[in-house]
């Protein structure tokens, strides 16, 4: 079980929506409005998933999709402010991707990404 450090709050790779509710109230107390706004939008984006979806709580693989959802939104956004000379909100718009960045997992680079499917073909005896 892996964990991160983020904001201040130790968060396991197992408990997205846990850690984005502990780093809201890490922000509130460091009074960080930038990363609140940010987390609250998660958190938001978070409940009303669970909402709509009849739960209470979302699974971190369906946190992940609504974390990369958002942060895809984020990029377009900075790109069309970016577009329309709107550089003082693009700027705000990249700060929250790099929050909404924080609580996504990594993803592997293409060497690992190479490793595993030559070490996937080579268990299956494909050629």
């Given at each position: 079980?892996?964990?991160?450090?983020?904001h201040?709050?130790?968060?396991?790779?197992?408990?997205?929506?846990?850690?984005?509710?502990?780093?809201?109230?890490?922000?509130m107390?460091?009074?960080?409005?930038?990363?609140?706004?940010?987390?609250?939008?998660?958190?938001?984006?978070?409940?009303?998933?669970a909402?709509?979806?009849?739960?209470?709580?979302?699974?971190?693989?369906?946190?992940?999709?609504?974390?990369?959802?958002?942060?895809?939104?984020?990029?377009?956004?900075?790109?069309?402010?970016?577009?329309?000379?709107?550089?003082?909100?693009?700027?705000?718009?990249?700060?929250?991707?790099?929050?909404?960045?924080?609580?996504?997992?990594?993803?592997?680079?293409?060497?690992?990404?190479?490793?595993?499917?030559?070490?996937a073909?080579?268990?299956?005896?494909?050629?």
């Amino acid at each position: 079980r892996r964990s991160a450090v983020t904001h201040g709050v130790t968060m396991a790779v197992t408990d997205i929506h846990a850690a984005v509710n502990a780093g809201v109230k890490a922000a509130m107390k460091a009074r960080d409005k930038e990363t609140l706004g940010a987390l609250r939008g998660m958190k938001a984006a978070f409940d009303g998933m669970a909402k709509d979806g009849g739960k209470d709580a979302l699974s971190d693989e369906q946190c992940v999709t609504v974390l990369r959802k958002l942060a895809k939104q984020r990029q377009e956004s900075i790109e069309a402010f970016e577009k329309g000379g709107r550089q003082e909100l693009a700027d705000a718009e990249k700060v929250e991707l790099a929050v909404i960045e924080e609580y996504l997992p990594a993803l592997a680079d293409e060497a690992t990404t190479r490793q595993w499917v030559a070490e996937a073909i080579e268990q299956s005896g494909a050629s």
